[in-house]
């Protein structure tokens, strides 16, 4: 179903996007994508990059947004937007840029990205280069809502997570590689795409930009720990850090000595500083993508071993394992870190601003439905719950004995047209759903049978109080009077057979004929009556489990052999809705 509004985000909070600079280095040893081999890599405002992982959803790095939206201190006035190159990576003109580009509506991110506690009680945070070591960059994933759908052309990548997520209700296409940490100790070769200086210039109208690339490197470090991982004062200084959570290098080996200056490549050039091109600024926010890939410079990626115990991947495709973040000092080579999707915490964050409520892979803050009955959310009266409470199960013999009986939201009970999703009066008996205790049924018969549990013994735990204590109590279901309930005392307990004496006052003969008939003579209606253990004086007894015996109709009761009884044998069905009533003699 497609889908065209912003609902209310589920981690972090939402802001409101604004245009601003944020540049860093990133691929090495690339090649133009000239083959469309990686259309869900998109440029993403003026000087990133990002990754669609689901319908109107995608990935890139906190340093590429704005100050201001990251803190919601300021208004947006001009709207954040990706841009989608065409199938050959680039673009034919300005008509072609302004087709690929979708806005940003919204986005959330982990609040582990700053450190706050280094800034001052009256500081408002920001951004800005000055205080840009306060950015945590392992934990730097921003998630962003679409206001619209890529172009058709373009299918999301699947995202590598953590073995202990629960991914169920992801929008995203998921896999688990539980071997991760033993793979990277071969430092296997990956891929990074990007929009970065260096390759791929090209001029748009009077806009010079650059088109999608991609890398190959070498996957050389991570770790799980990244507490006190802080960035350079920068995002294009070199810093070092005793905790990575991924770090990919050149498979050339290549130093900034021998690479240069990206910045120094104009549009329409080709890049001269090595062997290999170099894409440089502009592709922070990338992915970083493990598994199956093309080559390029005579490299190639690493492919998966087939899938073992407790993972689920496809060896034959790629997957993003993290977004591409800044440079840092490894050893005397150029090395770039990356925001891990695979680490417990960040997986966490990832599925629940991805999460998909229905099932209909639209993650919950891009989806018109979210609970997918048929009624967008803002006239919908139960946007989350397709499912809603629409009067009483009841389950014999089970504990607890009774829950809510739930009905389907996109039926139209009441045939007027109108789904129940949004129809203040689902069963058209004039009585608002919110005060009808049956809103889906004219009259008073809400209650559905649910499947029995055995006959449970615990219901009669004689080891201190003595069963003779206990009570079963008779009562309607529908439309229940306390002040009308009968107390039959028990005398003795078999396998689904249950001996009682008369309530007070009561005749054998008048005790059996209250049975009989049920709620008729005891509720003011005559549908369902229950038979229910309690303590003494109505309460459940402490060495006893209260539960429901039977609820049922009294239609499918049968009695006899009654003359001479002082008291009544009452011999369950095994569904709980049947009761057969004799008589008995005892002293």
Known sequence: MRRTKLAILTWGFWCALSLGPATSR???????????????????GSGCSSVLVAPRVMLTSGHCMPAHTLSCTDVATSPLAVTFAEPDGGWTDLASFNSRRVPVQGFVRRSELFDLSQCSSSDIYD??????????????????????????????????????????????????????????????????????????????????????DYGLQRWVETETDFSGYLGASNCNALVGSTNRPG?????????????????????????????????GGGDSGGP?????????????????SGPGAGTSYDPGRNYVAGTASLWVAYGGELATAFNPTWTASASAFLMSALHDSDGDSWA???????????????????????????????????????????????????????????????????????????????????????????????????RTAGCFELLVKLSSVINPDPTRDLFFPVLEV??????????????????????????????????????????????????????????????????????????????????????????????
């Open 288 to 304: 970083v993508l493990v598994g199956a890939g093309i080559g390029a410079k005579g490299d190639a990626p690493t492919p998966y």
């Open 26 to 44: 990133a691929v090495i040893n690339g090649s133009d994508d000239a083959t469309g081999a990686y259309p869900a890599v998109a440029a993403f």
């Open 127 to 212: 951004c800005s280069d000055a205080e840009r070591p306060l950015i945590d960059h392992s934990k730097e994933l921003i998630v962003m809502y679409l206001a619209a759908e890529a172009p058709a052309d373009v299918t999301p990548l699947p995202i590598l997570v953590h073995s202990s997520t629960g991914t169920s209700h992801s929008a995203a296409e998921v896999g688990v590689f539980t071997g991760l940490e033993t793979w990277v100790q071969s430092e296997p070769v990956v891929t990074t795409v990007g929009y970065g200086v260096g390759s791929h210039a090209e001029t748009v109208g009077t806009m010079q930009v650059r088109g999608r």
């Open 494 to 587: 078999g396998e689904g057979l249950l001996t009682v004496g008369p309530p007070e006052g009561m005749t054998v003969a008048e005790s059996a004929r209250m049975l009989a008939r049920g709620a008729r003579s005891v509720g003011r209606t005559s549908e369902v009556a229950t038979l229910e253990v309690v303590g003494p004086y109505g309460r459940v007894g402490p060495d006893t489990v209260g539960g429901i015996l039977a609820a049922y109709e009294p239609s499918r009761v049968k009695v006899g052999g009654l003359r001479g009884a002082t008291a009544l044998e009452l011999r369950f069905g095994r569904d709980g809705r049947s009761l057969e009533i004799s008589g008995t003699r005892r002293r």
């Open 364 to 462: 919950d803050p891009v989806d018109d439905d979210r609970d997918g009955d048929g009624c967008d959310n803002d006239v919908d009266q139960h946007p989350d719950d397709r499912w809603v409470p629409i009067g009483t199960e009841v389950r014999p013999n089970c504990n607890p004995s009774t829950a809510p009986w739930l009905g389907d939201e996109s039926l139209d009970s009441d045939a007027d047209g109108v789904p129940n999703c949004r129809d203040d009066d689902d069963d058209g008996d004039l009585l608002p759903d919110a005060q009808d205790p049956c809103p889906v049924h004219v009259g008073n018969l809400c209650v559905k049978f649910g499947p029995p549990c055995p006959w449970n013994p615990k219901f009669f735990d004689c």
């Open 247 to 279: 770090v990919v290098v050149s498979p050339a080996d290549l130093t900034a000595a021998q690479v240069g200056d990206p910045w120094a490549v104009q549009p329409g050039q080709d890049w001269q500083g090595s062997q290999h091109s170099h894409s």
